[in-house]
C-alpha cells in the first residue's frame, strides 16, 4: 500500500502519545468512530494489545488523525495515512470520504493482517452479520457492487457531457452528449444510493479506484 518514501514521510507525522485512556466506544458513534485492535508479542514474550482508534469526522480544525493505544493507554497519532511502528513492524491506516479503506499490521516479512473491529464499532456488527448470517453478509455486498456499477454506468458519461460543456474545453475537443438524461430526482436517489453502498463497503474496509472513487460527489 505504502511507497517506501512515502511511508517514511507518514513516520514523520507520528507524535508521542500521552498515556490517557482509550474511550471505550458509544452506541452513538457509529457514524463518526472506527475504532479496531491486534494482539502483538514484543520481545520481552509479553503480549500487547495495539488499538487505532480514528474519529472519521476530524478535529476541530478538520484533520482526521489516527490514534494509536498500547494496552489500552494512548501511544501515539498521526494524521492520516498513517503508518506507526509496532513491535515486528507497523500498522498502516488510511480513511476515504466514507470510512477506513485499510488498518494492517504488515510485518517486517511482508505479511500482512487486518486489525479487528471492535465489536461495538459499526465495522465490528458489520463482520458479526457476516459471521452468523453468511447468506445476508454476501447478498449485502452484492448489492453494494452492483449499486455502484450501475452508479459508474450512469455516472460517467454525465460527467464527461458536464465537462465538455466547459467553454475552454468545447473550443478544444467539441462536446460529448450523454445518452443517459435522469431527471434530478433520480440523480439524487443514485446519490444517496451510492454514499450507502460505499459506506457498506467501508465497514469491511473494501475499496476499488472505480467502483469507491466518489463518482457522483456533489452532484445532484
Known sequence: MFSDWS???AARRVKAGDGHPLQRYRWWQPLSRSLLHIELPAQDGQTHTWSVDVRLWGDEDGNVLGQLYRDGRHHAQSKLPATF?????????VTTQFGLKRCHFVGTDGSERQLVPDPAS???RRARLDRRHPLVGRALSLMSIVVLLFAAVLGI????DQI?????????IGTFTSP??????????LVVATLVASTERALRLRNHWLLDGGLFEGDT
Open 180 to 189: 443517459f438524461g435522469l431527471p434530478a430526482w433520480l440523480n439524487i436517489t
Open 7 to 9: 511511508r517514511r514521510r
Open 157 to 160: 458519461p454525465q460527467i464527461v
Open 85 to 93: 511502528p509496532v513491535p515486528g513492524g507497523h500498522i498502516e491506516v
Open 122 to 124: 459499526a465495522e465490528g
Open 164 to 172: 465538455s460543456h466547459i467553454p475552454l474545453v468545447a473550443e478544444s
